[in-house]
T-cell receptor, first 115, second 115 residues
């Protein structure tokens, strides 16, 4: 079946511009996660959705970052007024229930470059 | 707080020789532990996971890992390396007391396989 998909695969933007990153999870997965992979920080958790709610936003690095999920499916991560330190690969993952024993399935990522 | 430490940032082996990638975890509770692999320019793929069942866990492509509570370790092994095993490997922990299932990643180990 279809896996997790993300778009765009690459995004180059200028400092100060806003960007939107999209994630399509596996159908039927109630849990959706965003992670960020950067050279300096490794792989770090950003936000967790259960259905359309986000009970854990503890990993969002600043108020420039926001995310939403609609219809219990597609999610969008928005970064406002991008900075060079936002350059990273943004990974989306989904799982059936959002519990610790679940397998999370990852998308291919969106590589964001802020010039 | 949960954490994982991958003891080697880079491991080099010859094709056909055993692979050992070391991981120690820190957890107040019995954690769920995972190994993920990331091939160049590819997404993260689950190799195997431990969720408090059998302590010796077998995964894909001949990999296995043993959960040792007394040593707080979850090392990844493979009897014979193949060129296609060259990739980045991540040891990952999930907190069973969390209601989110979010993953905490180690810093990664780059496996080089020499012909």
């Amino acid at each position: 079946g279809a896996g997790v998909s993300q778009s765009p695969s690459n995004k180059v933007t200028e400092k100060g511009k806003d960007v939107e990153l999209r994630c399509d999870p596996i159908s039927g997965h109630t849990a959706l996660y965003w992670y960020r992979q950067s050279l300096g920080q490794g792989l770090e958790f950003l936000i967790y959705f259960q259905g359309n709610s986000a009970p854990d936003k503890s990993g969002l690095p600043s108020d420039r970052f926001s995310a939403e999920r609609t219809g219990g499916s597609v999610s969008t991560l928005t970064i406002q007024r991008t900075q060079q330190e936002d350059s990273a690969v943004y990974l989306c993952a989904s799982s059936l229930f959002g519990i610790s024993t679940d397998t999370q399935y990852f998308g291919p990522g969106t590589r964001l470059t802020v010039l | 707080a949960q954490s994982v430490t991958q003891l080697d940032s880079h491991v080099s082996v010859s094709e056909g020789t055993p692979v050992l990638l070391r991981c120690n975890y820190s957890s107040s509770y019995s954690p769920s532990l995972f190994w993920y692999v990331q091939h160049p320019n590819k997404g993260l793929q689950l190799l195997l996971k431990y969720t408090s069942a059998a302590t010796l866990v077998k995964g894909i492509n001949g990999f296995e890992a043993e959960f040792k509570k007394s040593e707080t370790s979850f090392h990844l092994t493979k009897p014979s390396a193949h060129m296609s095993d060259a990739a980045e490997y991540f040891c990952v922990v999930s907190d069973p007391t969390s209601n989110t299932g979010k993953l905490i990643f180690g810093q990664g180990t780059t496996l080089q396989v020499k012909p």
